[in-house]
């Protein structure tokens, strides 16, 4: 007998209820951390959706802190765009999990923290419902699988995943019971603003703001699904496993609910990994074997640059057509070519002339890319996205590295330091201290005002 809806619910509210283990805060405090200073960089230079904030949303002093504006907005309009902003540089977290591999903080983030504000919930309540929020998504991608972006479909796991998921969170935060928590997921899940891929599809090549609205969506209707629960409102008694529900409807075949019986308190936090370079999570790995090749070796030696990623990867990320930032970031060849000849990859390297250059985009030719099954293999088992590099010259191969992600082989010390640099090429000095502040101590009692 398969767990029912209600049941995984109740567990998670059980879930609440424990206090937050000091390495689950840690981790959580640099999600949160970590998504407030990326939306901070993308609201101040205007990037992607956030060039369009005031469309229909007045900002002004009273509300709630939209990040990176110094003004504040109704709450439910903050949580979208707060979660717009996140999402905007294609900077933020990812689950590393063979079975789903979308992002959360995004949508759980910005949907949690504007009604902590709104209600004015304290530092341990808002890593309570975190907590919630990050493991229910687990679950939920567990079970989902990827079949709803293959052979053409489209639609986003952030959307699909992290939306019932922050609702989830949501209710946990306000102390609601079964029977609103429920209702909290099935609205969420049963109304739910489904992004598409459209804008990421190397056939199609617009890379569109789309995507950075989509997730601002989805953090409001997370919220909003939680309150209209509290008021009242209702949802169907099974709508993640029950006929015409959310894994029927969106699983194309790869649903098993099986993942769902997993005990909240046994998943792991730590398969939430930030991102060290500002471009898709499939590209890092190799981006950090580009970095150090371009480092030993002059591109005058390199007749081409051999890249071997998982097979998905090759695919998905193989556009060369670069018209702006987005496909920039969405590029394996671009960013592997930007990151050997730079020497770095840093957030500069994405924006405006710099996706141009001459020297980067010449390069870039000589850039040969490759699905590897077996990296696909390892993904699929183990959740990480390896790579492998070889320059090759007139007489052979003159060097090369492999990594299975970003942080391969760093020790705690060397991962803490280069977080710290990450809020630092985020934000201004001040807002990168006290957001690091947040990340070592979000227990602490004034834990909150240190992100608005």
């Known amino acids: 007998m398969t767990i029912s809806d209600r049941e995984w619910v109740r567990r998670h509210l059980a879930l609440a209820e424990n206090a937050v283990s000091a390495a689950d805060a840690a981790i959580l405090g640099r999600l949160t951390a970590d998504t407030v200073a990326i939306a901070h960089y993308a609201r101040k230079h205007r990037v992607g959706g956030t060039a369009h904030d005031e469309a229909a949303i007045d900002l002004g002093e009273a509300g709630t802190a939209v990040w990176g504006s110094g003004r504040c907005a109704p709450f439910l309009d903050a949580a979208f765009l707060n979660g717009s902003a996140g999402e905007a540089l294609d900077f933020q977290e990812v689950l590393l999990n063979g079975r789903n591999n979308g992002h959360a903080a995004v949508v759980i ?25 990050f493991v229910a998504n687990i679950g939920l991608g567990e079970a989902l699988g990827r079949a709803h972006r293959t052979e053409g479909r489209g639609f986003r796991t952030t959307s699909l995943t992290a939306t019932p998921a922050a609702a989830l969170a949501c209710a946990a935060l306000v102390g609601a019971d079964l029977d609103v928590a429920l209702a909290a997921v099935g609205i969420a ?14 056939a199609v090549g617009s890379y569109s703001q789309d995507k950075d609205l ?26 993640i496993s029950g006929d015409k529900g959310w894994l029927a409807s969106y699983a194309s075949g790869s649903a098993d609910i099986a993942y769902l019986e997993t005990a909240p308190e046994a998943r792991d936090l730590s398969t939430y990994s930030i991102k060290l370079f500002p471009a898709n999570f499939g590209c890092q790995a190799a981006i950090r074997c580009a970095i150090e090749l371009g480092s030993e070796i002059d591109a005058a030696q390199v007749e081409r640059l051999e890249v071997k990623v998982k097979s998905s990867s090759a695919q998905s990320l193989s556009t060369r057509a670069i018209d702006n930032h987005l496909a920039a970031r969405f590029s394996l060849p671009f960013a592997v070519a930007s990151a050997f000849i730079r020497k770095r990859s840093e957030l500069a390297d994405f924006e405006g002339e710099a996706v141009a250059d001459p020297a980067v985009l010449d390069f870039m030719e000589r850039v040969e890319v490759s699905g590897d099954d077996d990296f696909e293999a390892r993904h699929l088992e183990l959740g ?5 590099m070889a320059a090759i010259g007139p007489d052979g191969v003159i060097a090369e590295r492999a990594f299975d992600g970003p942080f391969h082989a760093m020790d705690p010390a060397e991962m803490d330091a280069l977080f710290a640099a990450k809020l630092s090429s985020l934000t201004d000095a001040e807002t990168a201290a006290r957001l690091l502040a947040y990340a070592r101590d979000p227990g602490a009692s004034a834990a909150l005002d240190l992100l608005r």
């Not at 983030?109 to 929020?133: E, K, T, W, Y």
């Not at 899940?189 to 190397?202: D, H, N, V, Y």
Request: glycine share 8%; hydrophobic share 55%; net charge positive.
């Open 214 to 239: 989509s997730v601002g969506f989805s953090a409001r209707h997370a919220l909003h699904s939680a309150l209209l629960a509290e008021a009242g409102a209702t949802g169907p008694e099974a709508p």
């Open 384 to 388: 990480i996205f390896p790579a492998w």
């Open 109 to 133: 983030v910005p949907a949690v923290l504007a009604l902590a504000q709104q209600r004015g919930a304290s530092p341990d309540a808002v890593l309570r419902a975190l907590r919630v929020g």
């Open 189 to 202: 899940a049963c109304a739910l603003p489904a992004g598409l891929l459209s804008a990421m599809s190397p």
